[in-house]
């Protein structure tokens, strides 16, 4: 079983930084994907950004020069850095550890102030 752990939100005034962090606990042998997602009120769950567990990463067009992804193995925790803030940024940022199961977390607030 894998409990990700997500922290790190926030509010933030347009442009601003803010990284997000996700631990997980127990055993992610399995793991293959690291992701975070996020949702907006009325909105439905969006793909943010994606690490492999080779290291490998891909983003949302939305977020692309914005966010960066990264993990750190030995401590379990993938992390997301987002820069230049913007509005439409504003979520609830969800992370998700995807191998023969999928594990998320209960998600972190991110309001960016216009």
């Known amino acids: 079983q894998v409990q990700p752990v997500e922290s790190g939100g926030g509010l933030v005034q347009t442009g601003g930084s803010l990284r997000l962090s996700c631990a997980a606990s127990g055993s992610t042998f399995s793991i293959n994907t690291m992701a975070w997602y996020r949702q907006a009120p009325g909105k439905q769950r969006e793909l943010v950004a994606v690490?492999?567990?080779?290291?490998?990463?891909n983003y949302a067009d939305s977020v692309k020069g914005r966010f960066t992804i990264s993990k750190n193995n030995a401590k379990n925790t993938v992390y997301l850095q987002m820069n230049s803030l913007k509005p439409e940024d504003t979520a609830v940022y969800l992370c998700?550890?995807?191998?023969?199961?999928?594990?998320w977390g209960q998600g972190t607030q991110v309001t960016v102030s216009s």
């Open positions: 690490i492999t567990s080779s290291g490998i990463t």
């Open positions: 998700n550890y995807n191998g023969v199961r999928s594990y």
